[in-house]
């Protein structure tokens, strides 16, 4: 079996599991440690440097890292770590567990580590849990093609790799698809499924990690998002009844509720009240709806404190809009500390997100402000409260900016919020390249006008102030139609700007707006699913209470902790008995389905599977056009000489 699985023959090794073979038996923790370790001894120069997962364990055991433990434990660090690093889940070979049952599953991991691609497709086939596995084997081959050298020895291994990571992902794609297709809601239930062999992680899980927007949106992960979103209210509740119910509380009594079903009771019982209440307010629609709410409720008050309120205290005290906003805000404060406790990520990667950063920002502004407000001088307050001022006022834009995200769960809405922030990357690059020509421009032309001018911090003012109105068409020193009396070669040189800037690259940057608005437009739901999902898993996390009676809802989550309360998430559920045997069933018939559609062609697996972005195939589309066209063009030509040869 050894001999089998190094040569990385399929066929002989399916021959060893047909004789008689027990995986069980055969397969232990140092079993599998010798088929790394003699992978890694026999594989040459070229196949060492394309162990990515190999190279990454010995540059953690060159560094001193995790002394004591075994080479899989920290094979299982660099997976955990480094393959995935937003989410935190266990080490799959952690020392401390060294007596889990291995199965197919680590043998496909080993087969991907040490480049075996075609026992690897095998142990896919063999093993359980088929989507998580898809979706492991696709981000592994996708790391170890993003780790290898981007230079052009290295292109057509790179290229394989890429091929092999899309490969695995539309495999796991077929399988939902599958899944659906037999039973809308047990593939719900599968998705949210926790998987025992791959450390408690469910598929919906696995596609987020995997960053898969084309699986994301697919109509079984936005069917179950859907249940999710409304919890146990039902999936087709009109939103307006749900507004009306965040306006008027009594409406939710009339609203529509699903009973969860319970294979030890067949007979349904009606929901009381409280199960009303409770089913309502937990639901992540619900604290969506309040969370919108009370942010422009925040910012309403926050403009009336800072436009009727905000005085030195030598002529006002601290008004009741400002103490709200003092209490509101450090409430705002204490949640982003549970929820970044709460998904035990480091601060480096908590804070990574846009949008969590902005909430450091807003909440360490407003408090600085307070605490300096309260703490000057009072002759000092006179004469700079305008600063004070000035930091609320920044405070109150970071909270507008803020409620962006809040759009990103509409589907109007949410792919134009995409576009909005793939235009920032735009400007960023006009940006860049126009300060590079405004300097040229700005200290060429302050050095032939103004050859005598000493220097101070207003000339800085000027070199970049004159270049950047001029952009805009806005000549400073025009008056009434005459220009300025300026020397023939300074004239020149600002025709020459205005060639490059007002038309190029302003005529580029407008190109690039269209560009990427086409892009997202083309590809709009996508987006929009796919952003979708981590909005939903905030609001379902998030504590109840709207406004400042969310520090309720956090002191309920404290009590929760210190109590060993239970608590459970419907995106990673456990089932046991009839359920988990039927779900199980279902998922290995639609691997049977996707094997069967796969040799007679129903399904396909895309022969180029290159590494390429969404904007490359936008660019091969075109491509393939204009060939199309000109190929038709060139067939008219011929056919226009045949006839004037016949002539």
Request: some cysteine; aromatic content about 12%.
């Amino acid at each position: 079996m050894d001999e089998a699985l190094l040569s990385d023959d399929p066929e002989a090794v399916q021959k060893e599991l047909d004789g008689g073979l027990q995986l069980s038996e055969y397969l232990n923790r140092g079993t599998l440690q010798h088929l790394y370790n003699k992978a890694f001894e026999d594989a040459t120069p070229k196949q060492r440097e394309a162990y990515v997962f190999n190279n990454l364990v010995d540059r953690c055991l060159d560094q001193g890292k995790y002394e004591g433990h075994t080479v899989l434990h920290v094979l299982g660090e660099v997976i955990s770590q480094d393959l995935i690093q937003d989410y935190e889940i266990p080490n799959i070979y952690d020392d401390d567990n060294a007596d889990r049952p291995l199965g197919f599953h680590d043998l496909l991991l080993w087969a991907i580590a040490t480049g075996r691609v075609r026992l690897s497709r095998l142990f896919w086939n063999l093993g359980s849990d088929q989507i998580v596995s898809g979706l492991v084997a696709s981000m592994m081959f996708k790391f170890a093609a993003e780790h290898l050298p981007n230079d052009i020895y290295h292109a057509d291994q790179r290229s394989d790799l890429f091929k092999l990571s899309k490969e695995y992902q539309e495999l796991a794609f077929f399988v939902i698809k599958e899944c659906y297709r037999l039973d809308k809601k047990e593939t719900s239930d599968v998705l949210v499924r926790q998987r025992r062999d791959w450390v408690h992680i469910a598929p919906l899980d696995a596609i987020d990690m995997a960053e898969d927007m084309e699986v994301m949106s697919h109509a079984a992960c936005q069917f179950t998002l859907n249940n999710i979103w409304t919890g146990r209210m039902a999936s087709h509740t009109p939103t307006w009844k749900l507004m009306a119910a965040t306006i008027c509380p009594p409406v939710l009594f009339f609203l529509e509720y699903v009973e969860e079903e319970d294979p030890a009771h067949e007979h349904e019982h009606e929901l009381s009240l409280w199960d009303k209440v409770k089913f309502y307010f937990t639901a992540p629609v619900t604290k969506f709806m309040h969370s919108v709410v009370s942010h422009v409720l925040l910012i309403l008050i926050f403009s009336y404190m800072v436009l009727f309120e905000l005085r030195p205290l030598s002529k006002r005290p601290v008004g009741w809009a400002e103490g709200l906003m003092v209490f509101w805000i450090a409430v705002l404060g204490l949640e982003e500390i549970r929820e970044m406790v709460d998904k035990r990520v480091l601060i480096q990667t908590w804070i990574s997100n846009v949008w969590n950063f902005l909430d450091v920002i807003i909440v360490g502004l407003f408090q600085i402000s307070f605490v300096v407000r309260l703490c000057l001088d009072r002759d000092f307050e006179k004469q700079n409260f305008q600063i004070i001022r000035i930091l609320y006022c920044l405070t109150l834009i970071f909270l507008c900016v803020r409620i962006i995200p809040m759009f990103y769960l509409s589907k109007n809405m949410g792919p134009k919020i995409v576009m909005i922030r793939k235009m920032v990357g735009d400007v960023v690059f006009f940006l860049s390249v126009l300060v590079v020509v405004a300097v040229c421009y700005g200290v060429t032309r302050l050095a032939l006008t103004a050859p005598k001018n000493e220097f101070s911090p207003g000339i800085l003012g000027k070199v970049f102030l004159i270049p950047y109105w001029q952009l805009h068409e806005q000549m400073l020193d025009l008056e009434e139609g005459e220009g300025p009396d300026l020397p023939w070669y300074v004239d020149f040189l600002e025709a020459g700007y205005m060639l490059l800037v007002a038309v190029m690259l302003v005529e580029l940057q407008v190109g690039l707006f269209e560009y990427t608005i086409e892009r997202v437009q083309e590809r709009s739901e996508t987006y929009w699913s796919y952003y979708r999902y981590d909005m939903i898993q905030e609001y379902q996390d998030r504590p109840l209470g709207p406004g400042p009676f969310l520090l309720f809802g956090l002191l309920w989550k404290l009590w929760e902790v210190f109590t060993g309360i239970p608590t459970s998430s419907p995106f990673r559920r456990t089932f046991s008995g009839k359920v988990e045997t039927k779900l199980c069933e279902l998922e290995r018939k639609a691997v049977s389905n996707v094997q069967t559609k796969l040799e007679k062609g129903v399904y396909k697996l895309r022969e180029s599977a290159e590494h390429s972005s969404p904007e490359a195939g936008v660019k091969l589309g075109s491509l393939r056009a204009r060939m199309s066209s000109m190929e038709g063009e060139m067939e008219a030509i011929k056919s226009l000489l045949q006839d004037y040869s016949k002539k």
